[in-house]
């Protein structure tokens, strides 16, 4: 049986986020900016990019040889997807603020497009 070898040190990006997007979620609904006719547009973006970086991070922690399978980039996507929803749950105990399902699709999509990012930058470069 082959043993994987787990380095801490690769998942301190990928904890460093997730305590950026715990304490962001811990923040109640009134001290939380509004940003007019953009709110929707900045705050929605938000979770696209912090969960962006987040599988990225993923991808970082699970990647132990230069070429990154399918398997690795699903993995990163789901703990993404996972995270969320426990982010979700999270909110519900912060005063105004409440779950939302549709927030976890928004960050799973934010989740594959960094990994689609994270493949395009570590592609080898055509000729």
Do not use: C
Not at 13 to 38: E, H, K, R
Not at 78 to 88: G, P
Not at 91 to 115: C, E, K, M, N, Y
């Amino acid at each position: 049986m082959k043993t994987v070898k787990i380095e801490l040190r690769r998942w301190t990006p990928a904890i460093l986020i997730m305590t950026v997007i715990f304490i962001a979620s811990s923040t109640p609904g009134n001290d939380i900016p509004g940003f007019g006719g953009w709110d929707t547009i900045v705050k929605k973006g938000a979770h696209m990019a912090g969960y962006a970086l987040l599988a990225m991070t993923y991808l970082h922690a699970l990647s132990i040889s230069a070429k990154t399978n399918r398997l690795v980039f699903i993995i990163a996507i789901l703990l993404a997807a996972l995270y969320a929803a426990t982010d979700e749950f999270h909110q519900s105990f912060t005063p105004g603020r409440h779950p939302s399902i549709g927030d976890v699709g928004i960050d799973a999509l934010g989740a594959l497009i960094g990994t689609a990012i994270w493949a395009r930058i570590k592609a080898p470069a055509r000729n």
